[in-house]
Each structure stands twice: as structure tokens, then as C-alpha cells.
């Protein structure tokens, strides 16, 4: 059973912290991963993809790939209330497939 | 551009009735991807169809759901004798034919079409 694993959280930081996001696989193969933010009652929306070992930047967005230790996590730099959602973690397990595996996600809360 | 389009937004069904859910994907794209959340839950595959062919139903429940996505018009949830337990919200997605250089494609969600079941 292909899996994906995140803390339900909720994480809360304050306003203006690094807010740390994590994201376990159970599969060496997979060679796509994804994080998608979900506001309550809204859709899922793409926030980072990342393909290889390291870290990607995007503006106030860094996400991690260590591949070797099934691992991707997200930070999130100077957090805002705004940033309060659910975060999910999307892995592709299979390059046959588009299919994606989400965990359940983390609640993020952003203190003012 | 549009983006992906479900209908119906809201959904109300009494038990044994059947519900239909539509979903157009983004123009262009040949992949459409459904998903089930349960409240509080995350997104549960359910199904992965392309033109007239279903790729994926792993997901799907072996009895009363049934998904399609014809040559032409939007692709089809289906669930037949509705039960209380189906109550939940509904997420297309699609994506376009897979990058050259790319893993998976990125997926963009529909707004979601949320069922209930009285």
C-alpha cells in the first residue's frame, strides 16, 4: 500500500515565523512530488512541485526533496494569517500514471 | 481560459436516489482525474480517465460509482442508490498530456461539487 504521510497538525506559528511542513513516502520510486494548499471549504491549489534532490525556492516558499530518506517537506518564510490552511502533500507514485497520493494534510495557523 | 468547471456546486439526495456530477477540464486537457473528500478527511483517488477510456479506477468503489469522460462533452461521476456514507465533496481535476521533461503534470482542481445525502 502506497502511502503518504503528514502530521495533521494543527501546526500554529506566529506571525512572521518559519512555519516547517512535513511529508513522508512510502515509495523509492516516486519521482514527482507536490504541495497543495486548501483553504476550508475551497478547492486545492498548487503551491510547489518539485522534481529532484534539494530545495526549490519560490518567492516566500522553499520546498526540500531528499529523496534517499522518502522525505519533502515546505517552509513557509515570514508567515502570514493569510497563509492559514490546510497544506497537502502529493506524491506520484508511478511514472505510468498522472495518478496522485495526497496524505491528509496539515493544519497551519498563523498567529497575528 | 476557464478552469476546470463542475456542476453541480451543492447537491442534495435522498437515499436510493442517484447523483450525477459533471466536470469540464481545462481547455486542452486530455486527463481528468475525481477525487473524494470526506469532512476532515484528504483527498481520496477515486478515478483517472482519459477520452473514452478509463486509465485508473483503483480508487472507485465496486458497486454504484461509475465515471465516463466521452469524445465529446464533460466526464461523469455517477452514483447510483445514494447512501448517507457518499456524503462528501467531490474534486475533479486535469491535467495536459504528460511534459517532455517532466514527471507527473500538475494537476488543477475543480471547485468541487459537494453531495449530501438525507
Known amino acids: 500500500q502506497k502511502e503518504v504521510e503528514q502530521n495533521s497538525g494543527p501546526l500554529s506559528v506566529p506571525e512572521g515565523a518559519i512555519a516547517s511542513l512535513n511529508c513522508t513516502y512510502s515509495?523509492?520510486?516516486?519521482?514527482?512530488f507536490f504541495w497543495y494548499r486548501q483553504y476550508s471549504g475551497k478547492s486545492p491549489e498548487l503551491i510547489m512541485s518539485?522534481?529532484?534532490?534539494g530545495d526549490k525556492e519560490d518567492g516566500r516558499f522553499t520546498a526540500q526533496l531528499n529523496k534517499a530518506s522518502q522525505y519533502v517537506s515546505l517552509l513557509i518564510r515570514d508567515s502570514q494569517p493569510s497563509d492559514s490552511a490546510t497544506y497537502l502533500c502529493?506524491?506520484?507514485?508511478?511514472?505510468?500514471?498522472?495518478?496522485?497520493?495526497f496524505g491528509t494534510g496539515t493544519l497551519l495557523a498563523v498567529q497575528p | 481560459n476557464a478552469g476546470v468547471m463542475q456542476n453541480p456546486r451543492h447537491l442534495v439526495r435522498r437515499r436510493g436516489q442517484e447523483a450525477r456530477l459533471r466536470c469540464s477540464p481545462v481547455?486542452?486537457?486530455?486527463?481528468v482525474y475525481w477525487y473524494r473528500q470526506l469532512p476532515e478527511e484528504g483527498l481520496k483517488f477515486m478515478v483517472y480517465?482519459?477520452?473514452?477510456?478509463?486509465?485508473?479506477e483503483s480508487g472507485m468503489p465496486k458497486e454504484r460509482f461509475s465515471a465516463e469522460f466521452p469524445k465529446e462533452g464533460p466526464s461523469i461521476l455517477r452514483i447510483q442508490q445514494v447512501v448517507r456514507g457518499d456524503s462528501a465533496a467531490y474534486f475533479c481535476?486535469?491535467?495536459?498530456?504528460?511534459?517532455?521533461?517532466?514527471?507527473?503534470?500538475?494537476?488543477?482542481f475543480g471547485a468541487g461539487s459537494r453531495l449530501t445525502v438525507l
Open positions: 518539485i522534481y529532484s534532490n
Open positions: 481547455k486542452g486537457h486530455s486527463h
Open positions: 502529493a506524491v506520484n507514485f508511478s511514472g505510468a500514471t498522472n495518478k496522485l497520493i
Open positions: 481535476a486535469s491535467s495536459p498530456d504528460r511534459g517532455r521533461d517532466s514527471g507527473a503534470n500538475v494537476l488543477t
Open positions: 480517465l482519459q477520452k473514452e477510456n478509463i486509465i485508473d
Open positions: 515509495d523509492r520510486v516516486s519521482q514527482s
